[in-house]
């Protein structure tokens, strides 16, 4: 029975995760299968891989055969290259000791190139965000600025209104006063006049 490591689909639309799984290559690509070793998220970034080592490296040694995908996510995880150290150990090439030897060697620059990469994206999102913030400040102030502007010109143009009204206010009571005097006027002269008579008079008896 020909039997390949491949990726079970799992999720929702345009969010899909994987299974690892050993199936029969004859069974549909999410229908049964025979051991699940594994999983896959490439949804984040990097991507989030869990492995069963040493059932993966098993399934290897019994003649299973990845996929494309799946053999790049063994790759990735170093199956394929303790698979080989383990054939040079078969071949009498070198011991076991100098095969795990090897192989933490390579772990190690691995690992330490994982790390720079998740440091690296660290980083830009840092960047990232500490653009935003400056973006945003910059933004806040244009508006802080703008509504200080709207406002004084508010404010100009209130107290411009009340210097109008106060200046039609003067306005109007000079008005008022200046009609007020004729009268006042008038009527000092009606005052007099009774008293010219009188005097007319008695300059009449006199004579």
Same mark, same amino acid.
């Given at each position: ?150 406002? !004084? +010109?508010?404010?100009?143009?209130? *107290? =411009? #209104?009340?210097?109008?009204? %106060? $200046?039609? /206010?003067?306005?109007?009571?000079? @008005? ?6 004729? !009268? +006042?006027?008038?009527?000092?002269? *009606? =005052? #007099?006049?009774?008293?010219? %008579? $009188?005097? /007319?008079?008695?300059?009449?008896? @006199?004579?």
């Amino acid at each position: 029975m020909p039997v390949k490591i491949r990726l079970a689909r799992h999720g929702r639309k345009r969010y899909a995760y994987y299974h690892i799984v050993v199936a029969d290559s004859r069974a549909p690509r999410d229908g049964k299968y025979i051991e699940r070793i594994g999983s896959y998220n490439p949804n984040t970034n990097p991507a989030t891989i869990e492995l069963d080592f040493d059932k993966a490296l098993t399934w290897l040694g019994k003649g299973a055969q990845p996929t494309d995908t799946t053999r790049a996510i063994l790759s990735y995880q170093g199956v394929l290259m303790k698979k080989h150290l383990l054939e040079g150990v078969k071949k009498g090439a070198f011991d076991e000791a100098e095969a795990e030897r090897r192989f933490q060697k390579w772990m190690e620059e691995k690992e330490a190139k994982i790390q720079a990469k998740k440091d690296q994206l660290s980083s830009e999102s840092e960047k990232d965000r500490k653009a935003r913030l400056e973006q945003e400040a910059k933004v806040n102030a244009e508006r802080a600025e703008k509504l200080a502007k709207r406002n !004084a +010109e508010l404010a100009a143009e209130a *107290e =411009a #209104e009340t210097k109008e009204e %106060e $200046a039609a /206010d003067t306005d109007e009571a000079t @008005e008022e006063a200046a009609e007020e005097t004729p !009268a +006042e006027e008038t009527k000092a002269e *009606e =005052a #007099e006049e009774p008293k010219a %008579e $009188a005097s /007319d008079e008695e300059t009449k008896k @006199e004579e």
